[in-house]
């Protein structure tokens, strides 16, 4: 090999550059990679739908065919097939094109009613509850696996434990659980003040009328005045 050849090829290999393409390191020859290069040198299918992994995982970039994605940024550049994920809900099995799904997601694949709880089963610990605005990561070895159960709570009214049925109360409820019946007349005052509520109503009181969340062992305050 000539000087001038050896040169060339010192020259080449220092401008190598490096991507991630399914957790595999490859090198790469030029500044630029399109899609359709990036998929033959990670042996992915044509058809496959490929992404440009980003640090928040909500916002992902797809890569087209004939997109020049620049190897030249700082860092490494991570891509990977997005894949159809698999879960169950009760038993049945759903697919998902998204890493992470919403809890108001799964109770619409599920056709979970509102009065039902979804819980992520874990294995050798107790089940996760998942509300309607968590995120679950799919991505998880293994299948995630979520059932629904008639919501069963523990609520405290008055110092005594009642049990409760629903995710909500609403004010004549509540007191119908501390006194058993509901006064309408003008002259009956009632209030209610609660605490150790879940993130939607942590504390406070509420007015007639009202409706709020409830958790597990949340703790009631009802007092009733008759005015006549």
Do not use: C
């Amino acid at each position: 090999m000539s000087e001038n050849q050896n040169n060339e090829s010192q020259k080449r290999s220092s401008n190598d550059l490096f991507l991630i393409i399914e957790g595999k390191r490859y090198k790469w020859h030029d500044q630029y990679i399109t899609g359709r290069e990036i998929k033959n040198l990670g042996g992915i299918s044509p058809q496959a739908k490929l992404f440009l992994a980003i640090t928040n995982p909500w916002t992902n970039e797809p890569v087209s065919d004939n997109e020049h994605i620049d190897l030249g940024r700082p860092g490494i550049e991570q891509f990977f097939e997005k894949k159809q994920l698999k879960y169950t809900i009760d038993g049945k099995l759903f697919d998902s094109p998204k890493q992470y799904v919403k809890g108001a997601q799964i109770r619409r694949d599920g056709a979970i009613q509102d009065d039902f709880e979804i819980l992520l089963i874990i294995k050798g610990y107790e089940d996760e509850l998942i509300e309607d605005t968590d995120w679950v990561d799919l991505a998880r070895p293994g299948i995630e696996q979520f059932v629904s159960r008639k919501t069963k709570l523990l609520i405290i009214v008055n110092g005594k434990e009642k049990h409760w049925e629903k995710k909500q109360i609403n004010f004549a409820e509540i007191i119908i659980l501390a006194f058993g019946t509901y006064n309408e007349t003008p002259t009956m005052v009632y209030t209610v003040g609660y605490e150790d509520g879940p993130k939607q109503n942590p504390e406070g009181s509420m007015v007639k009328g009202a409706t709020i969340f409830v958790k597990n062992k949340m703790i009631f305050h009802a007092t009733a005045t008759d005015k006549s």
